[in-house]
């Protein structure tokens, strides 16, 4: 059986498998997505190479991603770009929920300007991927060493030089199919103050069109929240800025997803109703 042969083949049991399963098209939607995350992120190395530790060199990942999520099915919405922070650096904390916040950053990217994140320093040595990282600006960190506060005041620093706008996760771990915001960590907050820039909540809606083995269409939003001020503030303010941050994306994450449903049973009735 020839290449052409196989190939056809394989087109032939994906297609069936996407047009009759649920789960099957759920599992081609994951292994699209991770594949194409994968392969945008490594193959623009050679272009990368030109401007090393530019913020720039991930607009081009980003974009393919964002072109990727019509084909998985999303819809893809940005509010409250008026609040991004100018002028400075700041630390952007968002909702972690899958491996889809990786649209989320390839949406805030190019919007947001001249951004980075933060990762652990053994993702370096995942070659291509970590080469790729260390490319578009990847701020990398030894966690869990002795000399922790050094490493929080030397990123600090970084950032504070750059005017970078660092995107964490302060959930700290996937919080999928929850009704319910997890409690912060402590490390983004520490690391505000060490940079001495502005706290800048940005909250996603759930996604509630990934449930029970289904991969659905669906809306994306994302809103930008006004900036949390650290100016003045010392490690004693630190509960009080984890407590006004979990409000605010507590409230918006409930806002955003109860819109989201509200649209989805219009949207339901409409096309029920033959309009």
Aim: charged letters at 20%; glycine letters at 6%; one cysteine or more.
């Amino acid at each position: 059986m020839g290449f052409i042969a196989w190939s056809l083949a394989i087109v032939a049991f994906l297609t069936l498998l996407w047009t009759l399963s649920d789960a099957g098209k759920c599992l081609i939607k994951w292994v699209l997505f991770i594949t194409i995350s994968i392969g945008v992120a490594t193959l623009p190395i050679p272009i990368m190479l030109l401007r090393p530790r530019d913020p720039k060199n991930a607009l081009i990942p980003a974009a393919a991603l964002r072109a990727c999520s019509t084909f998985l099915g999303l819809t893809l919405s940005v509010e409250g770009v008026e609040n991004i922070v100018q002028n400075t650096g700041c630390v952007v904390l968002i909702n972690h929920q899958s491996m889809l916040d990786l649209i989320v950053l390839a949406c805030l990217w190019p919007i947001m300007d001249n951004c980075t994140v933060i990762s652990k320093k053994e993702v370096f040595y995942v070659q291509p991927f970590g080469l790729a990282s260390w490319l578009w600006g990847t701020i990398f960190i030894e966690r869990g060493s002795k000399n922790a506060l050094d490493a929080v005041n030397k990123t600090g620093e970084i950032i504070r030089q750059r005017k970078a706008r660092v995107l964490m996760f302060p959930e700290g771990t996937r919080n999928l199919g929850k009704n319910k915001l997890l409690p912060l960590k402590k490390g983004a907050f520490h690391l505000a103050l060490a940079s001495k820039v502005p706290i800048q909540p940005v909250a996603v809606c759930r996604y509630k069109f990934l449930k029970n083995l289904r991969f659905e269409s669906g809306t994306l939003k994302i809103k930008i929240l006004p900036i949390i001020p650290t100016e003045g503030c010392t490690k004693d303010d630190i509960p009080k800025l984890m407590e006004d941050t979990y409000r605010v994306l507590s409230e918006n994450l409930d806002a955003l997803s109860d819109s989201g449903v509200k649209e989805n049973r219009y949207s339901n009735r409409t096309e029920k109703n033959g309009h």
